[in-house]
């Protein structure tokens, strides 16, 4: 079952039109040779239109709406390839609305409503996609304080992050806990080099860090985090499929060979036919994930219908990206071509929490 919300279609309207003129395609090169972590006109726009706080409750300062009702937003962003704060911060939010104390919550979800920029560090060095394997170590110190050590990989936007929550063992047990950016020292964080360079994706160094037993969660619960992750990537995929394959469309219809338009040739109208029905079957998926999720069906409906949507958005968008290479010929390998900037972000994407591959062993272990 797919519903499509008149919320979600009013969200769709607004973030296509918003990510088209604020920051268009052709300004993605731009971004990446500026190294900046994002514009603070762009973000403080994006707080004026209330994204962040679409899935805070009002109580706290947001809007009172669902995750689910993100989806569109991420789609539209996907298929600019823009690259904000926004995923890392709507996930930090999730995590404190599900496993954060009232006062916890009182206390960070206004700010993030506000604009405060947050961030979750769960990946280990191993690159293990089980969240419950975790070697960070929260001890207890004679003071009733901890101490936190241990090292996280590839933490979105921790360069401007003013708050991370981190996944670590609390005496073999797992638990979330806050850490304030002003806690750190800018040694301790390293820009990691990765295959999309559109991502902000940093090595941060939890070096004997104290934490408060007021900013321990009182719950840790990996399940929720995992399935809101994947299915807002999952989004994101959706529109970059949408996105190359405007790439590759717009192409087909300006380059001549033998006098003749490229797309006038049925061996690229045929994969360009696939692409689009690859694109159909990856939004209809990530619709559907989004309506189990508003719908509040069953535990298992819901990781079923996002994972499907995870499997199917990283075997299409990653197709449709080396598609794209290759219906540009020798320009499609070099840097100069856009279509490869949408092979990159498929790849990134592809291995976060888990590939295709991976999502069907899940699936298999939930039917059988």
């Known amino acids: 079952?797919?519903?499509?919300?008149?919320?979600?279609?009013?969200?769709?309207?607004?973030?296509?039109?918003?990510?088209?003129?604020?920051?268009?395609?052709?300004?993605?090169?731009?971004?990446?040779?500026?190294?900046?972590?994002?514009?603070?006109?762009?973000?403080?726009?994006?707080?004026?239109?209330?994204?962040l706080g679409i899935s805070i409750?009002?109580?706290?300062?947001?809007?009172?709406?669902?995750?689910a009702d993100a989806v569109p937003?991420?789609?539209?962003?996907?298929?600019?390839?823009?690259?904000?704060?926004?995923?890392?911060?709507?996930?930090?939010?999730?995590?404190?609305?599900?496993?954060?104390?009232?006062?916890?919550?009182?206390?960070?979800?206004?700010?993030?409503?506000?604009?405060?920029?947050?961030?979750?560090?769960?990946?280990?060095?191993?690159?293990?996609?089980?969240?419950?394997?975790?070697d960070a170590v929260l001890a207890p110190t004679d003071s009733g304080e901890f101490t936190l050590s241990g090292t996280k990989m590839l933490v979105p936007d921790a360069e401007v992050a003013e708050v991370f929550i981190v996944s670590a063992r609390l005496q073999g047990k797992p638990v979330w806990c806050l850490v304030s950016s002003e806690s750190l020292e800018s040694s301790q964080f390293e820009r990691e080099t990765v295959i999309d360079e559109t991502r902000h994706s940093y090595c941060v160094q939890f070096s004997?860090?104290?934490?408060?037993?007021?900013?321990?969660?009182?719950?840790?619960?990996?399940?929720?985090?995992?399935m809101a992750s994947m299915m807002l990537i999952a989004a994101e995929m959706s529109g970059g499929l949408a996105?190359?394959?405007?790439?590759?469309?717009?192409?087909?219809?300006?380059?001549?060979?033998?006098?003749?338009?490229?797309?006038?040739?049925q061996a690229l109208k045929h994969p360009t036919v696939d692409m689009l029905l690859g694109s159909e079957l990856v939004r209809s998926t990530v619709y559907h994930a989004a309506t189990a999720w508003r719908e509040n069906e069953s535990a298992s409906a819901v990781e079923t219908a996002i994972r499907m949507?995870?499997?199917?958005?990283?075997e299409q968008f990653s197709e449709a990206g080396d598609r794209g290479i290759?219906?540009?010929?020798?320009?499609?390998?070099?840097?100069?071509?856009?279509?490869?900037?949408?092979?990159?972000?498929?790849?990134?994407?592809?291995?976060?929490?888990?590939?295709?591959?991976?999502?069907?062993?899940?699936?298999?272990?939930?039917?059988f």
């Open 1 to 51: 079952m797919i519903v499509f919300s008149e919320e979600q279609a009013m969200l769709l309207d607004t973030a296509n039109e918003f990510c088209q003129n604020q920051a268009p395609r052709s300004a993605v090169r731009d971004v990446i040779n500026a190294g900046t972590a994002m514009d603070p006109a762009l973000w403080q726009t994006m707080v004026d239109l209330g994204w």
């Open 326 to 367: 290759q219906f540009h010929g020798g320009f499609g390998f070099t840097y100069d071509c856009d279509a490869q900037l949408f092979l990159r972000r498929a790849l990134w994407s592809q291995y976060q929490l888990g590939d295709e591959r991976y999502q069907r062993q899940k699936l298999g272990g939930l039917f």
């Open 208 to 226: 004997d860090v104290a934490v408060s037993p007021d900013d321990v969660l009182p719950l840790c619960q990996f399940h929720p985090f995992e």
């Open 243 to 265: 996105g190359v394959l405007e790439v590759v469309v717009d192409y087909l219809n300006t380059r001549k060979q033998f006098d003749k338009l490229i797309g006038s040739y």
């Open 73 to 134: 937003i991420f789609e539209a962003m996907g298929r600019q390839l823009m690259d904000t704060p926004l995923l890392a911060t709507t996930l930090a939010a999730q995590v404190l609305i599900q496993d954060g104390s009232d006062n916890q919550k009182s206390t960070w979800l206004p700010k993030i409503s506000a604009g405060t920029i947050a961030a979750v560090a769960y990946q280990e060095n191993d690159g293990n996609w089980d969240l419950g394997a975790i």
């Open 309 to 314: 949507a995870k499997c199917c958005a990283s």
């Open 57 to 67: 409750p009002e109580s706290y300062g947001g809007l009172g709406m669902n995750l």
